[in-house]
Antibody
Framework: QVQLVQSGAEVKKPGASVKVSCKASGYTFTTYFIHWVRQAPGQGLEWMGIISPSGGSPTYAQKLQGRLTMTRDTSTSTLYMEVSNLTSEDTAIYYC??????????????WGQGTLVTVSS | DIQMTQSPSSLSASVGDRVTITCRASQTISGYLNWYQQKPGKAPKLLIYTASNLQSGVPSRFSGSGSGTDFTLTISSLQPEDFATYYCQQSYNTPRTFGQGTKVEIK
């Protein structure tokens, strides 16, 4: 069955970086984009960026440009999302989610379980 | 960036009610609009993709319509498990913006 399994919760100090992993299984890794979405406590969903599993540069939300890095390891079917120079406003649950390459504009049909990142001094 | 505006922000309804949530885009997005359901402590779940297509496994009481800038999600007969927050998201371009959410509560 399709699974996106994310790494565990993190607590970081302001100014630090955090790297979250998302391991895909149960489907052909190269046929789905991966999006990252975050949700601050009690707030709505915020789209962060998208990465192709097979190559090319990721696309990031303007708000996070310069602090966000998305990478992939095709040998292990794992995606990574790193946010640097953290502030309290980065405290959120971070999700990875997949989108079918073959169907234009289709939604995010499978999601990881979420990773809570807490930024606190 | 395309702004997505949902209305209402919250609503109270009873089991069996027909519920409609609207989503408006700040510019045309053709039919590239998706709807998600999120329950507390859980990841969002895709309900409807490209405006009107029911995701596999989603009950048929959920339906979507619209094109251009105006879209609706309808729940034909609200069930106890439908009390949740609903989000629209445009997939026309990046950034793939979400609406602010509509919380459906028990009356």
């Amino acid at each position: 069955q399709v699974q996106l399994v994310q790494s565990g919760a993190e607590v970081k100090k302001p100014g630090a970086s955090v790297k979250v992993s998302c391991k895909a299984s149960g489907y052909t890794f190269t046929t789905y984009f991966i999006h990252w979405v975050r949700q601050a406590p009690g707030q709505g969903l915020e789209w962060m960026g998208i990465i192709s599993p097979s190559g090319g540069s990721p696309t990031y939300a303007q708000k996070l440009q310069g602090r966000l890095t998305m990478t992939r390891d095709t040998s292990t079917s794992t995606l990574y999302m790193e946010v640097s120079n953290l502030t309290s406003e980065d405290t959120a649950i971070y999700y990875c989610a997949r989108q079918n390459l073959a169907v234009a504009g289709k939604g995010l049909d499978y999601w990881g379980q979420g990773t809570l990142v807490t930024v606190s001094s | 960036d395309i702004q997505m505006t949902q209305s209402p922000s919250s609503l109270s309804a009873s089991v069996g009610d027909r519920v409609t949530i609207t989503c408006r885009a700040s510019q045309t997005i053709s039919g590239y609009l998706n709807w998600y359901q999120q329950k507390p402590g859980k990841a969002p779940k895709l309900l409807i993709y490209t405006a009107s297509n029911l995701q596999s496994g989603v009950p048929s009481r959920f339906s979507g319509s619209g094109s251009g800038t105006d879209f609706t999600l309808t729940i034909s007969s609200l069930q106890p498990e439908d009390f949740a927050t609903y989000y629209c998201q445009q997939s026309y371009n990046t950034p793939r913006t979400f609406g602010q959410g509509t919380k459906v509560e028990i009356k």
